[in-house]
């Protein structure tokens, strides 16, 4: 009997960690649109998964571009209801447990004068910072502008 209450009192043992593990604020799905025309502005987007408590993005750095902004993308109102306009967000709230997700027509990060050797099948970081927390660092994947969105 004594050998089979063992790895049971180790798997007891084991067993916050596993939880801790489930409720930390995570980052997946991560990749960058190259633009078509280099001058201009490419885009990156990621999925946020809120951990045990909520909170706040406060901004994103790709450090392969000259900057990079968080953005919404919305549809106009009145008489040009079938366009989209874009304006700069300061933060995004994350609720504990939920996703946010960063994505084409949606929320996504401008990156601005992304660097030449950047290119279509690399993997670039970006630097998620938070209010109050540590930042995170992801590796996205590079796509060139004609190429689909990659499916999480």
């Known amino acids: 009997m004594r050998p089979i209450l063992a790895p049971l009192a180790a798997l007891i043992l084991m067993l916050p960690g596993c939880q801790q593990q489930a409720t930390e604020l995570q980052v997946t799905d991560a990749w960058v649109k190259l633009p078509a025309v280099s001058e ?45 306009t874009m304006k700069p967000i300061t933060e995004v709230q994350v609720p504990a447990g939920e996703t946010v997700t960063f994505a084409p027509g949606g929320k996504h990060v401008m990156v ?38 990659p499916q999480p």
Request: glycine share 10%.
């Open 40 to 84: 201009n502005p490419g885009a990156a987007y990621f999925t946020i998964t809120g951990g045990g408590e909520d909170a706040t993005l406060v901004g994103v750095t790709a450090p392969f571009a000259v900057r990079a902004e968080m953005h919404e993308s919305m549809k106009m109102d009145g008489q040009m209801a079938n366009m989209m």
């Open 112 to 149: 601005y004068d992304i660097a030449p050797e950047v290119k279509s099948g690399d993997t670039v970081p970006l630097r998620l910072s938070f209010a109050g927390r540590d930042p995170i660092e992801v590796q996205a994947k590079v796509l060139a502008a004609g190429d689909p969105a």
